[in-house]
């Protein structure tokens, strides 16, 4: 294989014209990121005579956690890269990118994380090489291109979402700012609650949904009744996948309109209406005993299967002791 080159970029201006599918590494992610207050993008390019073979992209903003120190900073990655050339090696190139990104992230980092991996055992020996260490994790994904997304529900969901279009619920896109700033409002008091889940700055949301509008990358789906908004997620999308990245109602106040069911319900609809193959929901969690909101999510007809999640501290000690924790 020819020498292969890798590039750092870390402002918008600098960025070289990139091709690509995936969100999760787009330039258009890495632009929104940056116009994001606590938010820094760092895009690996890896070249061959000149020509991008690779990209890699990552962000580190702020994170608040009991331990390690209660205020840290921690870069993010989704996924494993996005490759152009089928006859690399792909898991040779991640390797690089990913010691590169390694020695980039931790000059400002405590930690970072891999998550959201398409495959548990792609770039095992590099991530074991660069002192990370994996802990299992689960995904779960709704196939929306053989069957009708309702003949998969379960029928205690289907029965809940009929009763509650009937007594006057319903989902809608948003559209104006003013709802769209009403349930990110809501949303992030669901969340605050939450000490273990991390919420973006609203600034993202905004960028997100506005920006690019040639290139669908997201939509807030809402449940309203009597114009009054009682829910709704934000979902992303990537290629043929849609992602449920965050939903919440006002599930006690509303129970009979199962606002969080039709917010879900909602995003499902929609990427099966505008041919998207699969639809994620982001986050469900440890390979635990089954919780109340995977089971939730498990009767709308997805499949779970398990993943790693990988982790590298700045702290060599902190590594060894967690990864043989995990091991």
């Not at 895009?43 to 009991?66: C, F, N, T």
């Amino acid at each position: 294989m020819k020498p292969i080159r890798l590039m750092t970029y870390r402002s918008g201006s600098l960025l070289p014209p990139l091709a690509g599918k995936l969100l999760p590494h787009s330039s258009e992610l890495f632009h929104i990121y940056e116009q994001t207050p606590g938010y820094n993008p760092i895009l690996i390019v890896a070249s061959i005579d000149e020509q991008p073979v690779a990209k890699l992209l990552g962000v580190v903003r702020q994170s608040v956690r009991l331990f390690p120190p209660s205020i840290i900073k921690r870069c993010e990655v989704y996924g494993v890269g996005e490759y152009f050339d089928e006859n690399l090696n792909q898991e040779e190139l991640f390797g690089q990118m990913l010691e590169h990104l390694t020695q980039e992230a931790l000059k400002e980092s405590f930690l970072i994380e891999f998550r959201n991996l398409s495959s548990a055992l792609f770039g095992y020996k590099f991530f074991r090489r660069n002192n990370y260490f994996a802990i299992n994790w689960l995904r779960i994904h709704n196939s929306l291109h053989s069957l009708d997304p309702e003949e998969r529900l379960d029928a205690s969901h289907r029965r809940k979402i009929k009763h509650a279009l009937q007594r006057g619920a319903y989902i809608c896109p948003a559209e104006s700012e003013e709802d769209m700033n009403t349930f990110l409002r809501m949303l992030k008091r669901n969340y605050s609650a939450k000490i273990r889940k991390h919420f973006p700055d609203l600034h993202l949301f905004q960028l997100l949904t506005r920006q690019h509008p040639e290139k669908e990358i997201a939509k807030i789906f809402l449940v309203k009744y009597k114009e009054k908004i009682i829910g709704g997620s934000f979902c992303m999308f990537s290629g043929e996948n849609a992602l449920l990245c965050f939903s919440g109602g006002m599930r006690k106040t509303y129970a009979l309109l199962h606002p969080n069911l039709l917010a879900i319900w909602a995003g499902i609809c929609y990427a099966h209406e505008h041919g998207y193959r699969h639809f994620e929901f982001a986050d469900t969690g440890l390979p635990f005993k089954r919780t109340g909101y995977r089971h939730f999510i498990l009767n709308f007809g997805g499949k779970q299967t398990g993943t790693r999640r990988w982790f590298r501290f700045r702290w060599s000690w902190l590594n060894r002791l967690i990864g043989w924790f995990y091991r």
